[in-house]
């Protein structure tokens, strides 16, 4: 196919060698990658891209002030129109109904229903929390669509309202300002109460982390609460479980569900995040007065170090920390950051317990994340055994040529 096929559109131009990506299907085309462009392509509107010899590869969104200058929206030489974007809307949406996840469901109502490349929607995320949707726009071109996108998200999903949360670091890579506030609808109260598992909860999408919760770790709570209560079958004891990074508590409400007689600290830097955990348990009726929830603001690090110099020991220790690694530049760092939580969690950890290790670091792979965690366990002369691989729910799914999107990878361990 040649250029002809999309004559209407300016041209993004590659150079010789660097075609294989978008013919491969990958949606990211770097400014190294670009030759040149004809027909002055306007920041934020659609291009057609072709290879060096014009052989037609797709149509992106544009912006060269990115050094990730173009994503793919299609690869064919169909319109980015209204047709487009409410097909891949109602696409996304019928992977989550076949997951089992519905605007109303009574045993959980706040999901994921839009991710990004992954949904074909490069430069979109959007969460639902109860009957409140919550958008980020990431890139110049998605900013583009945005009033038409806004106009179908509340047809197709029928939310109380649409709240934006773009306040994140991507988008002054485009050259965008940050920006939260609401764009649709009816503002979001300052808790939004919502069900996870058939568990109630409050989330802050106004001001809390991401969109409010950290909706790609929903069926990890669920297995690891799982985990916890096997594992109290085998303990005389009620367990100890340490949540740290608790955020608003999402693990710890889990196990306590489950384990009503286990002691639980939650441990995190942000007393905004520990007040709302606290509502959390108090929700499912743990109310912590009786000394088995406890709620610890401090670094991570140091609180973990303090603990370990003490003897202090636990059952159940799960370390979700926030992102080590912004890009490949920053590996290795985040490498020795990982191995060391790692290493002092295995310290802390009762022969036979159960340690949950995250990362959220997309560009830290699965394979790089069992070799620090293998490397700690040395360490810590210490033996270990992965009983599960955890990553996002279905609602978080990967397309097949884009394993950036694979970013949230955990390890279920048994230490002994």
């Given at each position: 196919?040649?250029d ?8 993004l ?13 990958h ?30 590869l ?20 169909g ?14 949406l ?27 929607l ?6 639902l929390?109860?009957?409140h ?7 110049l ?6 009033p ?16 934006e ?19 649709w609808?009816?503002p979001?109260?300052?808790a ?9 909860l ?10 409010g ?8 709570r669920r ?8 594992l109290?079958?085998?303990?005389p ?11 608003t ?10 384990l ?14 520990l ?9 499912n ?11 610890e ?19 159940v220790?799960?370390l ?24 002092l969690?295995?310290k802390?950890?009762r022969?036979g ?17 069992q070799?620090?965690?293998?490397g ?41």
């Amino acid at each position: 196919m040649n250029d002809t096929s999309a004559p209407q559109l300016p041209r993004l131009i590659l150079k010789p060698g660097k075609e294989r990506p978008p013919r491969q299907r990958h949606p990211w085309i770097f400014s190294g990658a670009v030759a040149r462009t004809e027909l002055a392509p306007e920041p934020g509107g659609t291009v057609a891209v072709l290879a060096a010899d014009g052989e037609f590869l797709g149509v992106a969104g544009w912006n060269p002030a990115s050094q990730l200058c173009a994503r793919l929206w299609r690869f064919d030489a169909g319109p980015v129109d209204r047709a487009f974007f409410q097909q891949r809307l109602e696409r996304a949406l019928a992977g989550r109904r076949l997951a089992g996840l519905l605007p109303g469901g009574t045993e959980t109502d706040c999901f994921r229903i839009v991710h990004a490349e992954a949904d074909g929607l490069p430069g979109l995320v959007a969460d639902l929390y109860g009957g409140h949707l919550v958008v980020q726009v990431l890139t110049l071109a998605m900013e583009r669509h945005l009033p038409l996108v806004l106009e179908l998200l509340a047809e197709q999903v029928r939310p109380r309202g649409i709240f934006e949360r773009s306040d994140v670091e991507l988008r002054t890579k485009e050259g965008l300002q940050p920006r939260t506030g609401l764009l649709w609808g009816e503002p979001p109260p300052p808790a939004v109460a919502v069900r996870e598992n058939g568990l109630p909860l409050l989330v802050d999408i106004s001001g809390g982390q991401k969109t409010g919760f950290f909706l790609d770790q929903r069926e990890n709570r669920r297995k690891l609460a799982a985990a916890a209560a096997a594992l109290a079958r085998e303990r005389p004891e009620p367990l100890e479980v340490l949540n740290a990074f608790a955020y608003t508590g999402g693990f710890g409400v889990a196990i306590a569900a489950q384990l009503p007689t286990a002691r639980i600290t939650n441990l995190d830097a942000s007393a905004e995040a520990l007040a709302l955990a606290r509502r959390n348990f108090a929700l499912n009726g743990i109310a912590g007065d009786d000394g088995r929830v406890a709620f610890e603001q401090a670094n991570a690090f140091e609180w973990l170090r303090g603990c370990r110099d003490r003897g202090r020991q636990f059952d159940v220790i799960i370390l979700d920390p926030p992102k080590f690694a912004a890009s490949q530049a920053h590996v290795d760092k985040a490498a020795r950051g990982y191995k060391d939580l790692i290493l002092l969690g295995m310290k802390m950890l009762r022969p036979g317990g159960l340690l949950a290790a995250f990362s959220c670091s997309g560009a830290v792979t699965p394979e790089l994340f069992q070799k620090i965690a293998a490397g700690a366990a040395l360490d810590a002369g210490r033996e270990g055994q992965i009983l599960g691989r955890l990553g996002p729910g279905p609602d978080h799914p990967v397309a097949l040529p884009f394993p950036e999107g694979d970013y949230l990878k955990g390890l279920l361990l048994r230490v002994w």
